[in-house]
């Protein structure tokens, strides 16, 4: 079981590794969404711990629709990202249809190389989360990740989009999908129970008071890692 945990720094990656964090994400501007974390700051997070840390790479959180000048710059972060020694990067883009762009995704991995992808959110607003998914199940040599809450605002309310992902992807080399949006220890047994997924995503239900400007609780961790068992 891999339990991913959204970090902003190194304090918060140190107790996230500490607890039983497999994996991390590493954001900044969390009311944004998350956005691209400072140079410094993966710098300093990627020395911190021995787990994997995978960074967020997106610009603004306008939309999941970008300009050439967007991509010019998501470019340059995944370039950097490879010589501070992330692990991988967390990246989603859509076409003004509502499809994956699939001519820049391969710009991204061509870019990549060697690094680790995670499609993130963006395949929540996709025009039809199911097709988008049978895209990117094409470069299952290149996106081991696909993070979704079902297209669902919560992902305990996407549960028949996750069920139908989870399907397509055991028929054939695909990438994992990663329910993510609400979890708490509250209801992940109610989840996993629903859909057997073997990655999930953790964001503010770890923290104290359930806040990003609150301190990750290492307890909180351990709780979900021991119902999963």
């Known amino acids: 079981m891999l339990i991913e945990i959204i970090v902003q720094h190194a304090e918060d990656a140190i107790l996230a590794e500490k607890h039983g964090a497999n994996r991390l994400e590493l954001v900044t501007a969390m009311t944004e969404g998350g956005l691209t974390p400072s140079y410094g700051i993966i710098k300093d997070v990627v020395g911190a711990v021995s787990i994997p840390v995978h960074v967020m790479v997106r610009p603004h959180g306008y939309s999941f629709t970008y300009s050439e000048d967007d991509k010019r710059v998501i470019l ?65 040599d290149s996106i081991q990740t696909v993070l979704t809450s079902g297209g669902a605002p919560k992902a305990l309310e996407g549960v028949e989009n996750l069920k139908a992902m989870l399907a397509l992807s055991s028929e054939k080399p695909s990438p994992a999908i990663m329910p993510g949006s609400g979890l708490s220890p509250d209801n992940i047994a109610e989840l996993h129970e629903k859909v057997h997924a073997t990655d999930y995503h953790f964001g503010s239900a770890v923290r104290v008071n359930g806040k990003f400007s609150e301190p990750i609780n290492g307890n909180t961790i351990k709780k979900i890692k021991k119902i999963l068992e």
Do not use: P, W
């Open 76 to 140: 340059e972060d995944i370039k950097v990202c490879k010589e501070l020694g992330a692990a991988g990067i967390v990246f989603g883009s859509l076409t003004k249809n509502g499809e994956i762009d699939e001519a820049f995704l391969e710009k991204v991995i061509e870019t990549a190389a060697g690094m680790k992808i995670t499609f993130h959110r963006a395949i929540d607003e996709a025009k039809d989360i199911i097709e988008a998914y049978k895209t990117l199940q094409k470069y299952s």
